[in-house]
Structure formats: structure tokens, C-alpha cells
């Protein structure tokens, strides 16, 4: 029963590149979240995505992330034009039913930005 | 609005003494859900319990045990008789009927040493 995948596990972009993350949820959920971790830091929501459909991109910056959740396929959360400040660990997590469900975490991504 | 807080940033112990990690949190909902998540120095979070507002029976699990009180608004964590294994950072989270996401305690860094 494989749990949350997320690749790649390490990322290194220079200024200005795109960076993808993926993230496959445990077999069953329906219900993707995603996190930014900066160092010495707490966890930061930044969008919760049911298949198909954005619920809350609340925490995501405006400009430069989108993210998605296809019918087939992984969630990726996408990053244009990065810069260093996007440099962080990326986390997914993915729950069953989307209310308070618990949340089962990826071994996040860690993205630096050269 | 939700807030929880976990004021140690850092606890150091020497291993088999036991620690207690505090969780303070704060809601006007009835009903909500607490949860624990260790991050090891690895990185990965794991999850550890999901407690809801109206079960507040303490919990025990092997050398884990969670304390529960509605009173103080406290969801306590207790480690017996520690292990270097244990060192980690744990966070705490609240989750109420009314949000989407989770609120995450900025976490607390537990140092084992042998």
C-alpha cells in the first residue's frame, strides 16, 4: 500500500527556470494539499485541490505558481521563472475525504534556486 | 480564527528521560480535530494521532501518550523514557468543521542525546 509519492526529491533550478513538482496521492484519496516548509519554519498552505478542481489556492503567491489536479495523473504544482526566495521544501499531502480527514504527507521536495 | 501554539521552539533531553511537548490552541468551533505529525531529520512527516473535540480520553501508544483537556484548550504530547530515535521536530495542528485546511504550531524541535 504505497503512501504518498512526490518527485523528484531534490530540485535545482537556476533564476528565471520553471520548476515542476508531482505529487501521487496514497490510492484511494481524492483530496491534494500542498505546503511550502522554509527552513527553521513551520508548514505554509498554499493550495488544497480536489481532482479536476482547484477548493483553495488561498496561501499560493499570485503570480508565478499554479497548480492542478488532473482526471489521470499526479497533482503538480508548478513554479515559473523561479527565484531564490522560492527555494524551500515542498510538501503534498493527500486524505481521503476532505474534511478533517487526516492528512498522510510525501517525502516533499526540496527545490533550491541557484 | 484558529491558532495554535507550541511555545518551546527547542527541548533537549539525554535519552530515557521522559519530555512532554506542549500544544495550546485556540477556536470558537465545537467541533474540531487535533492532530501530531513528526518531521525526523530526514524530512518526511509522519503522522502520529487525530484526536476529535469530543473524545477526550487520553491516548497511549507504546512510549507516546496524548493528553487531552477542552478546560485549557492543551494537547499535550508525552515521550517515556526518550531515544535518540525520538529526536525530531513535532508539529501540532488544529482542524475545525468550518475551514478547509488544517493550522499548523510552528513546531517544536526535540533534541535526544545519548
Known amino acids: 500500500n504505497a503512501g504518498v509519492m512526490q518527485n523528484p526529491r531534490h530540485l535545482v533550478r537556476r533564476r528565471g527556470q520553471e520548476a515542476r513538482l508531482r505529487c501521487s496521492p496514497m490510492k484511494g484519496h481524492s483530496h491534494v494539499y500542498w505546503y511550502r516548509q522554509l527552513p527553521e519554519e513551520g508548514l505554509k498552505f498554499m493550495v488544497y485541490?480536489?481532482?479536476?478542481?482547484?477548493?483553495?489556492e488561498s496561501g499560493m503567491p499570485k503570480e508565478r505558481f499554479s497548480a492542478e489536479f488532473p482526471k489521470e495523473g499526479p497533482s503538480i504544482l508548478r513554479i515559473q521563472q523561479v527565484v531564490r526566495g522560492d527555494s524551500a521544501a515542498y510538501f503534498c499531502?493527500?486524505?481521503?475525504?476532505?474534511?478533517?480527514?487526516?492528512?498522510?504527507f510525501g517525502p516533499g521536495t526540496r527545490l533550491t534556486v541557484l | 480564527a484558529q491558532k495554535v501554539t507550541q511555545a518551546q521552539t527547542e527541548i533537549s533531553v539525554v535519552e530515557k528521560e521522559d519530555v512532554t511537548l506542549d500544544c495550546v490552541y485556540e477556536?470558537?468551533?465545537?467541533?474540531?480535530?487535533l492532530f501530531w505529525y513528526k518531521q525526523p531529520p530526514s524530512g518526511e512527516l509522519v503522522f502520529l494521532i487525530r484526536?476529535?473535540?469530543?473524545?477526550?480520553q487520553n491516548e497511549i501508544s507504546g512510549r507516546y501518550s496524548w493528553n487531552f483537556q477542552k478546560s485549557t484548550s492543551s494537547f499535550n504530547f508525552t515521550i517515556t523514557a526518550s531515544q535518540v530515535v525520538d529526536s525530531a521536530v513535532y508539529f501540532c495542528a488544529l482542524w475545525t468543521g468550518g475551514s478547509y485546511i488544517p493550522t499548523f504550531g510552528r513546531g517544536t524541535s526535540l533534541i535526544v542525546h545519548p
Open positions: 499531502a493527500s486524505s481521503y475525504t476532505g474534511s478533517a480527514d487526516t492528512q498522510y
Open positions: 477556536t470558537r468551533d465545537t467541533t474540531y480535530y
Open positions: 484526536r476529535n473535540s469530543f473524545d477526550e
Open positions: 485541490l480536489q481532482k479536476e478542481n482547484i477548493i483553495d
